[in-house]
């Protein structure tokens, strides 16, 4: 008998490091010989490269993948690896645009399969069941990510309650009309409408929903940010991770210490940030991503610019690669102060243990020739020096932070822009 497609992904989750290791070979070859030589970018990019590889250590001869490079300056700003001509292509969307302009990415009847199919990891995580009614807490514009949550929860056979155009208000309102068990958002969308609810004396608790699944920035991996939410809605937070150019690549492991690689559909490699070598285990690294199943928009050796920490002999309930704490923040993020090492995510962590803190915007900039940082908090106790205390303590640096009126910084229903990197501006006297 043929397992169920739960249990073939659990038989893939189970697979040695040898048999994994074929088996990301054999796809990795299948995309290859199907997408090089149609596909003008990657024709281009690697040349009279042997394409047959008989290991995954052949991989690492081949060029990485840039976004930069990916991005064409054009009337439509189509992903220059499209494989097929236009007419395969029957889904478009864009990358999300917050750092730098949006890039448009297309895919396949086949290719959007794979998506679907690969979201299903996420949704066993999440434990989501045909009897959910799953409620997607955004905007539906060209963003991919909740596009492919709407369609997968849909083929798992749920009852899916979108929610585009509403107010945070009015999404409240359907969770109690459609009787509500999960819902999809951002870490900070979560917070937001728990704040909203207070406000309208609304009692989320009571709400019968049991899952909150966030994706889109750092939180749901983030200790302190998940039991945040986690105590407004009286629902588990299940973390999961991905993008519009690569695929739905991550998905929450069940003790909650971080997320794990798909790797049945994505070959993972780890670059550590200190030495650009391979990393080892544990080892702050930048993570490098190959998508095996989309062959319309492929990416290969792609650098995500993604922190990461790899662990491959953790103790849990599948083989497949965790990244201790999730992504941990951006390379293109992090900041030097007085020789210390500092990334966004290390502060919000340290944010959001002050339940006080309503809101918060943290602002890089240059400070001579050095990085300099500012914190600016929404603090019902308005009580700042506590939190220059703790950020001391915890990060051996004296940071400042404002208070500002509640209600000052922006609010976001999709990706919620906290950082502002502003170290390319002119230097302060």
């Given at each position: 008998m043929n397992p169920t497609p739960f249990e073939h992904r659990r038989n893939l989750e189970s697979l040695s490091a040898d048999e994994l290791a074929d088996y990301q070979l054999n796809r990795l070859n299948q995309l290859l010989s199907e997408v090089v030589p149609r596909n003008h970018f990657y024709s281009e990019k690697f040349g009279d490269a042997n394409l047959s590889l008989e290991s995954l250590e052949q991989l690492t001869q081949l060029p990485y993948t840039y976004k930069d490079e990916l991005v064409q300056r054009g009337s439509h700003d189509l992903a220059?690896?499209?494989?097929?001509?236009?007419e395969e292509y029957v889904r478009y969307h864009q990358t999300s645009g917050t750092r730098g302009r949006p890039m448009v990415v297309l895919d396949t009847a086949d290719d959007w399969q794979w998506w679907l199919d690969t979201w299903q990891f996420v949704?066993?995580?999440?434990?989501?069941?045909?009897?959910?009614?799953?409620?997607?807490?955004?905007?539906?514009?060209?963003?991919?990510?909740?596009?492919?949550?709407?369609?997968?929860?849909?083929?798992?056979?749920?009852?899916?309650?979108?929610?585009?155009?509403?107010?945070t208000l009015n999404r409240l309102a359907l969770m109690k009309t459609a009787k509500t068990t999960a819902i999809f958002c951002t870490p900070s969308y979560a917070l937001h409408m728990s704040e909203v609810a207070t406000e309208n004396n609304i009692d989320i608790r009571s709400l019968p929903i049991?899952?909150?699944?966030?994706?889109?920035?750092?939180?749901?991996?983030?200790?302190?940010?998940?039991?945040?939410?986690?105590?407004?809605?009286?629902?588990?937070?299940?973390?999961?991770?991905?993008?519009?150019?690569?695929?739905?690549?991550?998905?929450?492991?069940?003790?909650?210490r971080g997320l794990h690689i798909v790797e049945s559909e994505f070959i993972a490699e780890f670059l550590s940030l200190e030495s650009g070598q391979a990393a080892g285990e544990g080892e702050l690294s930048e993570l490098v991503l190959t998508s095996l199943g989309r062959s319309?928009?492929?990416?290969?050796?792609?650098?995500?610019?993604?922190?990461?920490?790899?662990?491959?002999?953790?103790?849990?309930?599948?083989g497949f690669v965790l990244l201790e704490g999730g992504v941990l923040?951006?390379?293109?993020?992090?900041?030097?102060?007085?020789?210390?090492?500092?990334?966004?995510?290390?502060?919000?962590?340290?944010?959001?243990?002050?339940?006080?803190?309503?809101?918060?915007?943290?602002?890089?900039?240059?400070?001579?020739?050095?990085?300099?940082?500012?914190?600016?908090?929404?603090?019902?106790?308005?009580?700042?020096?506590?939190?220059?205390?703790?950020?001391?303590?915890?990060?051996?640096?004296?940071?400042?932070?404002?208070?500002?009126?509640?209600?000052?910084?922006?609010?976001f229903s999709g990706k919620g822009k906290r950082f502002i990197d502003n170290r390319g501006a002119s230097n302060d006297s």
């Amino acid at each position: 008998m043929n397992p169920t497609p739960f249990e073939h992904r659990r038989n893939l989750e189970s697979l040695s490091a040898d048999e994994l290791a074929d088996y990301q070979l054999n796809r990795l070859n299948q995309l290859l010989s199907e997408v090089v030589p149609r596909n003008h970018f990657y024709s281009e990019k690697f040349g009279d490269a042997n394409l047959s590889l008989e290991s995954l250590e052949q991989l690492t001869q081949l060029p990485y993948t840039y976004k930069d490079e990916l991005v064409q300056r054009g009337s439509h700003d189509l992903a220059a690896n499209l494989t097929f001509p236009l007419e395969e292509y029957v889904r478009y969307h864009q990358t999300s645009g917050t750092r730098g302009r949006p890039m448009v990415v297309l895919d396949t009847a086949d290719d959007w399969q794979w998506w679907l199919d690969t979201w299903q990891f996420v949704l066993d995580a999440a434990e989501i069941e045909p009897e959910d009614r799953v409620l997607l807490a955004f905007s539906f514009g060209p963003f991919i990510g909740f596009w492919s949550a709407h369609d997968a929860a849909a083929a798992r056979g749920c009852l899916v309650v979108p929610s585009g155009g509403l107010s945070t208000l009015n999404r409240l309102a359907l969770m109690k009309t459609a009787k509500t068990t999960a819902i999809f958002c951002t870490p900070s969308y979560a917070l937001h409408m728990s704040e909203v609810a207070t406000e309208n004396n609304i009692d989320i608790r009571s709400l019968p929903i049991r899952r909150v699944v966030v994706a889109g920035e750092p939180g749901g991996s983030i200790p302190a940010m998940r039991q945040r939410i986690e105590q407004a809605w009286d629902a588990e937070v299940i973390d999961h991770s991905g993008a519009s150019e690569i695929g739905p690549w991550g998905y929450a492991d069940s003790e909650r210490r971080g997320l794990h690689i798909v790797e049945s559909e994505f070959i993972a490699e780890f670059l550590s940030l200190e030495s650009g070598q391979a990393a080892g285990e544990g080892e702050l690294s930048e993570l490098v991503l190959t998508s095996l199943g989309r062959s319309g928009s492929p990416v290969i050796r792609y650098r995500t610019g993604d922190l990461v920490k790899p662990t491959w002999n953790s103790v849990g309930e599948n083989g497949f690669v965790l990244l201790e704490g999730g992504v941990l923040g951006r390379a293109d993020d992090m900041m030097i102060i007085r020789g210390v090492n500092i990334f966004p995510s290390s502060v919000e962590q340290i944010l959001h243990s002050f339940p006080e803190i309503v809101e918060y915007r943290l602002t890089a900039h240059k400070k001579g020739e050095m990085d300099a940082l500012t914190i600016e908090i929404e603090d019902r106790l308005d009580q700042p020096e506590r939190v220059e205390k703790e950020l001391q303590i915890r990060l051996g640096l004296r940071v400042k932070v404002e208070t500002v009126p509640t209600g000052a910084l922006p609010r976001f229903s999709g990706k919620g822009k906290r950082f502002i990197d502003n170290r390319g501006a002119s230097n302060d006297s």
